[in-house]
């Protein structure tokens, strides 16, 4: 059974950076997609960036220049480095995986083609 767990969630002031990490039971190989999604309360799950077995990436416009994906040398892990926080980046965090990879833009960082979850870490940016 796939596992993926993610930390480095916390609390940071406005400007901060935080690095989430996932950790994941299988090698990330193993997946066509990985991705990073959040969820602000009473908000729906947003994508905010991916990565492909290709090594191609996508990322949403509100964290481009900020946020960084990337697979880590172990190879069943997947970091987020985020910069220049702000209070409308808090939300949980959800790393996610995939088994398939997706040409299309629009389907890259759509929660529904993403078939494992971790349980999420929380970001909270005070202003």
């Known amino acids: 059974q796939v596992q993926l767990v993610e930390s480095g969630g916390g609390s940071v002031e406005a400007g901060g950076s935080l690095r989430l990490s996932c950790v994941g039971s299988?090698?990330?190989?193993?997946?066509?997609?990985m991705a990073w999604f959040r969820q602000a309360p009473a908000k729906e799950r947003e994508g905010v960036t991916m990565?492909?077995?290709?090594?191609?990436?996508t990322t949403v416009d509100s964290v481009k220049g900020r946020f960084t994906i990337s697979k880590g040398n172990a190879k069943n892990t997947l970091y987020l480095q985020m910069n220049s926080l702000g209070p409308d980046d808090t939300a949980m965090y959800y790393c996610?995986?995939?088994?398939?990879?997706?040409?299309?833009?629009?389907?890259?960082?759509?929660?529904?083609?993403?078939?494992?979850w971790g349980q999420g870490t929380q970001v909270t940016v005070s202003s």
């Open positions: 299988v090698y990330t190989g193993s997946f066509g997609s």
């Open positions: 996610a995986a995939a088994r398939n990879v997706y040409s299309d833009s629009s389907r890259r960082l759509d929660p529904v083609n993403y078939n494992y």
């Open positions: 990565i492909d077995i290709n090594g191609r990436t």
